[in-house]
């Protein structure tokens, strides 16, 4: 049984969380974008942009490690079908850089083709990101 985009996200999400950056790779397809609320290059959070294939994916993980220290991130719901998954909930991070909490709703949205992860779009509260950096 093939599993679904939601069951393939989690999966996506688990590698990540778990730093098995490896694991995650093998879930993505070389075609795979990865954006991050922004899709334009920000001088000032190197999350934003479009970031493409597994290089892209590492760039964009390692942007976000530079800037965040991970801490809670809580799916409220998740939903799709065998290509789309939308899942949102809430998260609390630090900014690594000011130690400043930054606490967001988030969503993403994620797209599948032959079960390899082809889009990563991640939306949270930029405002409350920039407020946390300064």
Known sequence: MTQTAVE?????LGAIFSGAMEAAIALTSPEA???????????????????????GAQAFFGGFADVL????FEI???????????LYGKLKHSVRATG????????????FKDGKLILYHFYEDTEAL?????
């Open 100 to 111: 400043k909490p930054f606490v967001s709703d988030w969503a993403l949205i994620t797209r």
């Open 8 to 12: 393939l996200t989690q999966s996506f």
């Open 76 to 86: 409220t719901a998740a939903f799709g079908d065998d290509r789309h998954a939308a």
């Open 69 to 72: 220290e991970p801490g809670d």
């Open 130 to 134: 920039a407020e946390a950096m300064r």
């Open 33 to 55: 974008v990865f954006v991050s609320t922004n899709p334009h290059s920000n001088s000032g959070n190197p999350m934003h942009g479009t970031f493409v294939g597994h290089e």
